[in-house]
């Protein structure tokens, strides 16, 4: 158990409807990045929140947005799905690496996401 | 932009055999990160290396770093089933200019009784 928490684990939903997927880092764990994962496409980037604040970007679609709130707590919005959007959304923490870190992503075990 | 290239891309071997992964990189860097994935599930972390020449080994995996050659390899020495998932290796650099980590597309590998 790597101490991040995604749910929904699995979620079913039609083309055109809007998702939201939560995530919870590990304890004192400032950074959440999100990656999809597809067969297609690998593990691709899509967004780094820093201490509330948005840090990176990656291959984020407009469709998506993101946000972390003062509790540390991301979600990951989409919105006007497409049956190409189908994949498995990755959350993953780490420490500053300023700091104490190591650059070490711990991963949660994902939101598995069908689009119909 | 950061590339991350690993080779093999999907490996079939027999238990009790060695074998090499690969992970070349586009960019400087000095820290590398080796991952595992079981099917549908989570990226778990194996190896953490932070500075060339750095080496460690857990059980029957072992990786290095040459970050002059960009270099990570990942050997199997005697490998055994329970060693079969996906490999995949990272580097720093999300491409935004911030942390985060860059993931080759992995190494499907089945080890064979």
């Known amino acids: 158990d790597s101490g991040v928490t995604q749910t929904p684990k699995h979620l079913i939903t039609a083309t055109g409807q809007r998702v939201t997927l939560r995530c919870s880092p590990r304890s004192g764990d400032l950074s959440v990045y999100w990656y999809q994962q597809s067969l297609d496409q690998g593990l691709q980037f899509l967004i780094q929140?820093?201490?509330?604040?948005?840090?990176a970007k990656g291959n984020i679609l407009e469709r998506f947005s993101a946000q972390q709130f003062p509790d540390l707590h991301s979600e990951l919005n989409l919105s006007s799905l497409e049956l190409g959007d189908s994949a498995l959304y990755f959350c993953a923490s780490s420490r500053p690496r300023v700091a104490i870190g190591t650059g070490e992503l711990f991963f949660g075990e994902g939101s598995r996401l069908t689009v119909l | 932009e950061l590339k991350v290239e690993q080779n093999p891309l999907f490996l079939s071997m027999q238990e009790g055999k060695n074998y090499t992964i690969y992970c070349n990189y586009s960019t400087t860097s000095d820290r590398l990160y080796w991952y595992r994935q079981d099917p549908g599930k989570s990226l778990e972390s194996l190896f953490v290396?932070?500075?060339?020449?750095a080496v460690k080994q857990e059980g029957r995996l072992m990786a290095s770093l040459d970050t002059k050659a960009r270099l990570s390899t990942l050997h199997i020495t005697a490998a055994v089933h329970d060693l079969s998932a996906t490999y995949f290796c990272a580097v720093d650099g999300s491409g935004g200019g911030a942390d985060g980590l860059t993931f080759g597309k992995g190494t499907h590998l089945i080890i064979q009784p």
């Open positions: 929140y820093y201490n509330g604040e948005e840090r």
């Open positions: 290396l932070l500075s060339n020449g």
